[in-house]
């Protein structure tokens, strides 16, 4: 018999998005195959205290798991290959590979990579400098500006400068876009923060809630147009999966939407489109994951003008949500991969690449 694999399953976080965590990992440890993985849940307080939890997975999405946590540490020092717990820091438990379900600042945004770097130890998802970049979107708006993928117009408002001078950062805003226009912090996801603004007064609200996460804030044309969502799997040869059309129950596809619309928002499997329009957004949704070095998965979001039909490239997600609604395992369902088979194959990807990472010389 093959022997289990040391899964740790990371979730939580000191992010915006810490519901978000608890919600899919909750998702992936009920899915996961544990004939083939043996389980370690480490989860992370909003305080950034990492603990164990060996609990019913069911109490991790309330956050009641806390109360039964078992503080821990996490070393970068390589020669541990795993975690020890405080209360017994004599026993290291070795972990083959993590997987860190995690959303947002301080879990996809290349920190938490770094650490996984560090300890040499294998991890799903993009590697330090992807998980970055895809995490900052006024980067990685510059670099698909760079290989000419269409996107709406954007610019970038720095904190400080609209604190400064909110009317010179208003008027400025107004003589560049027509209203609405949509505003978002550059680092963050699930459409936290994200306000879509139809006068000046709520374009002050919008900037001051953005600006409660985030140094630089994004402002972008609004696209008269419908959503569609790629999923994205694989490291050097990457595959697009059947698309997704996103019909939300809200004015845009918001937080609430997304996880608390209690299936108010439709998702339109697979996305009523031309093969040529598929094939054109699919086409782009690669070009996009290898545009930023990825590997492993991504979730790349588009609008689709409803006049036009012209495509612009949204944004790229590195870690996207995995509850029971999300669009990236909903997408590789109705492409042929079922929930526990994603894992697998997300989990081998890690693998490989950490493997080819080790065949080079340094």
Not at 132 to 145: H, R, V, W
Not at 221 to 234: K, N, P, T, V
Not at 293 to 298: P, R
Request: charged residues 25%.
């Amino acid at each position: 018999m093959k022997k289990k694999l040391k899964l740790a399953i990371l979730f939580g976080g000191q992010s915006g998005e810490h519901e978000v965590s608890l919600m899919s990992a909750t998702s992936v440890i009920n899915n996961i195959d544990r004939e083939k993985y043996s389980l370690y849940l480490i989860g992370i307080t909003k305080s950034g205290k990492w603990m164990l939890y060996d609990g019913h997975p069911d109490n991790i999405e309330d956050g009641s798991w806390e109360k039964d946590g078992k503080p821990l540490i996490f070393p970068a020092d390589p020669t541990y290959g795993g975690f020890f717990l405080l209360s017994d820091p004599h026993k290291v438990y070795k972990v083959d590979v993590i997987f860190p379900v995690m959303h947002g600042p301080h879990a996809e945004d290349g920190t938490i990579q770094g650490l996984f770097e560090l300890a040499n130890i294998p991890y799903v998802g993009c590697d330090v400098v992807a998980s970055s970049t895809g995490m900052d979107k006024a980067i990685s708006k510059s670099i698909f500006q760079c290989h000419n993928l269409p996107q709406a117009k954007y610019s970038v408002v720095l904190k400080r400068d609209y604190i400064r001078d909110r009317e010179a950062t208003l008027l400025d805003i107004e003589a560049s876009f027509e209203y609405p226009v949509f505003i978002k912090p550059a680092n963050l996801g699930s459409s936290v923060g994200i306000s879509k603004c139809y006068d000046r007064e709520q374009l002050a609200r919008g900037l001051d809630e953005a600006s409660k996460y985030d140094r630089k804030i994004i402002v972008e044309e609004f696209i008269d147009g419908y959503e569609i969502e790629c999923a994205i799997l694989g490291n050097n040869h990457p595959k697009a999966s059947v698309l997704g059309k996103i019909i939300p129950c809200n004015d845009f596809y918001d937080y609430e939407a997304k996880y608390f619309g209690d299936g108010k928002s439709e998702l339109i499997i697979p996305a009523p489109l031309t093969e040529e329009k598929s094939e054109e957004i699919r086409r782009i949704a690669i070009e996009a994951f290898k545009s930023l070095d990825c590997s492993g998965l991504a979730r790349v979001d588009f609008f689709v003008h409803r006049k036009t039909g012209d495509v612009y490239l949204n944004e790229l997600n590195t870690m996207p949500g995995f509850t029971k609604i999300s669009m990236y395992p909903k997408l590789w369902e109705a492409s042929g991969i079922p929930y526990s088979e994603l894992m697998d194959e997300l989990i081998d990807l890690a693998l490989d690449r950490f493997n080819e990472k080790h065949h080079m010389e340094f």
